[in-house]
């Protein structure tokens, strides 16, 4: 699909020269913009180190996109006049930092959940401009959710007085099996849906070029470009709702496994014999223990004190009133949360662990017991090592992150606007 657009957009993608750009220096480019995802500020130098490419290539590049409107010098802070200051010389003003300027281009990112959908349109520092909550009756078709989806979608594009041709693309994260490379969504247990075509047809309504991945996925991108993972060779994000799963980056870019399978930690067997049976069809599964779903249904055990508000915010609620039932339970699974985690740092060792969604919302009362369970079941004290942050984009993750996703696939053609 993306190469599909990259033909259709042939003739606008005039990158630096007019041509229609070499692969070199489309890779160029785009080791260049990707510096500028994940770091606020670059000088020409740093760009230099850490794509590897020579200096001239550099100041070239960074000319065209300041021309086009895509990268701007920052100001240097203002101080009194000091004439035996060296003062920078040649065109190419090596350490002046360099920044996105955040308007130059927008993308429509939407998160498909499993009975809601977000939608924001945001800018380059993954910030929402606007958003939009769709509601998902129960049991609604792909096709009827599409329809809303590309209608709603349409409509926050016409309401923010954007330039069409300012908005990049839209990202989706999706729940369950996603393929990028066909834009099908092939199983979402939770919506009942297999086989659909959701970049065909999003494209095709909204004549927008569409990227697609698993919602999680999404989210640990987020958090790699503008969260708790700025800077960091590898991040885990780990999200608990409806189901349980991780999405991991590595040197910023998604890890996605042979066959897209990475990070289904939700079906990690915790209890080998007379485990609960798990939507996936095997049994004693993490998600059997630790998702809303399976807290809430232990917790309706409880004697809870009366309250509005689904039933796992009024344990949560109990939990901090030092209500003991409530405190055991949640000890209990956070201490299955924690063997979770330290499956994760066995296996691939992240600098940093993001936790979203539920583990984030009752992070004070988990987290004692999570660190405790990490550092009993990690060699050699890795866990201890390990970041453990929650979420800096709350319930918006999956939105910013689809917004990233977007980014991460049509950024690095640029456009003149
Ligand atoms: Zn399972």
């Not at 380059?124 to 998902?136: A, E, K, N, S, V």
């Amino acid at each position: 699909m993306a190469q599909r657009w990259g033909q259709r957009l042939g003739g606008l993608r005039s990158l630096l020269t007019g041509s229609t750009g070499s692969t070199i220096r489309a890779h160029n480019l785009r080791a260049v913009l990707f510096a500028f995802l994940r770091q606020e500020s670059v000088s020409r130098a740093q760009l230099a180190q850490i794509t590897g490419l020579s200096s001239t290539s550099i100041t070239n590049l960074v000319r065209g996109l300041i021309r086009q409107g895509v990268l701007a010098e920052v100001k240097p802070p203002r101080r009194k006049a000091d004439r035996t200051a060296p003062q920078p010389r040649g065109v190419g003003r090596p350490q002046r930092a360099l920044r996105l300027v955040p308007d130059a281009r927008f993308a429509v990112g939407v998160h498909i959940d499993v009975d809601r959908v977000y939608l924001a349109l945001t800018d380059l520092y993954g910030r929402p401009r606007l958003t939009d909550t769709l509601i998902l009756p129960e049991g609604i078709a792909a096709t009827d959710a599409l329809q809303q989806i590309s209608e709603r979608a349409a409509q926050i594009i016409n309401s923010s007085g954007v330039l069409p041709e300012r908005i990049l693309g839209l990202g989706m994260g999706a729940s369950g099996l996603v393929e990028p490379e066909t834009g099908i969504n092939r199983i979402a247990p939770g919506l009942g849906w297999q086989d659909v075509p959701l970049v065909d047809s999003l494209s095709a309504r909204l004549r927008l070029p569409v990227a697609v991945e698993n919602n999680v996925r999404a989210m640990a991108l987020a958090e790699t470009f503008w969260g708790a993972g700025q800077n960091t060779s590898s991040l885990a994000f780990i999200y608990g709702r409806v189901g349980v799963g991780a999405g991991f980056t590595l040197d910023g870019q998604l890890y996605r496994g042979a066959n897209g399978g990475a990070g289904e930690i939700g079906h990690l067997t915790i209890i080998p014999v007379g485990g609960e049976t798990c939507r996936c069809g095997n049994s004693g599964c993490l998600e059997t223990l630790i998702s809303e779903g399976a807290i809430s249904r232990a917790a309706a055990a409880l004697d809870l004190p009366p309250g509005d508000g689904p039933l796992i915010e009024r344990l949560l609620g109990a939990a901090r009133s030092g209500h003991a039932g409530a405190c055991d339970l949640l000890a209990e699974r956070a201490r299955y949360l924690g063997i979770g985690l330290a499956t994760v740092v066995s296996t691939i060792n992240p600098e940093v662990i993001v936790l979203g969604g539920f583990f984030a919302r009752a992070w004070d009362v988990l987290e004692p017991v999570v660190r405790a369970t990490l550092h009993e079941r990690t060699f050699a004290g890795m866990g201890d090592c390990t970041r453990l942050e929650v979420t800096r984009f709350n319930e918006q993750a999956g939105v910013i992150g689809a917004a990233a996703l977007a980014l991460q696939a049509f950024f690095f053609e640029p456009r003149e606007v």
